[in-house]
């Protein structure tokens, strides 16, 4: 009778147990061929060989995306709600109307997405600076006109003294002066 090592019974007992492929038989062709395929690759694992994993103990971090500062959001804004009160100073047009103006006299450098152009127009509209009215387009289809109002004449000469002041402060940094002042 032979007697079995206990060390070795410790170590049969440690193994991890793999259950056999093809112990159950296959309930249909995709199973069969997807035990096949595990099988094959169970081989071929056996003679590569291992690498050794990265060792990375170190949680992965999540910064958070930098954010535009409300400033640069107000100014892209305060330019195009400018340009949208220029634009109707000369009389009432509808949306479209709008951004096709602003894109002519740009000589199309801007271009005016409906996306940042019906959102400014409410926004000009809750500040009271314009009004709409129905009316029907060049092509005989509903529109709502836009007009300008006295309390939004008021605000693009303010909006247009601030964008002076910033072109000529944007003016003297792009192109200094030759004083030997840098």
């Not at 009316?135 to 007009?147: P, V």
């Amino acid at each position: 009778m032979s007697q079995q090592c206990p060390r070795f019974a410790l170590l049969i007992a440690t193994l991890p147990t793999k259950p056999n492929n093809f112990s159950s038989p296959p309930t249909s062709r995709r199973n069969r061929d997807q035990r096949k395929r595990n099988a094959a690759s169970t081989l071929t694992n056996l003679h590569q060989p291992k690498l050794p994993l990265p060792l990375d103990i170190l949680p992965e971090r999540h910064y958070p995306l930098p954010r535009m500062s409300t400033e640069r959001i107000d100014l892209l804004q305060g330019t195009l709600d400018m340009l949208i009160l220029r634009t109707l100073l000369t009389g009432s047009r509808h949306g479209h109307a709008i951004a096709k103006a602003i894109e002519h006299n740009s000589e199309d450098v801007l271009q005016v997405e409906q996306g940042s152009l019906y959102p400014a127009l409410h926004r000009l509209i809750k500040r009271g600076w314009i009004t709409t009215q129905e009316g029907l387009s060049e092509n005989n289809r509903k529109a709502k006109f836009y007009r300008l109002t006295a309390l939004g004449r008021k605000q693009l000469v303010v909006e247009s003294s601030k964008w002076d002041k910033l072109a000529a402060a944007i003016g003297r940094i792009m192109k200094p002066s030759t004083d030997g002042e840098a």
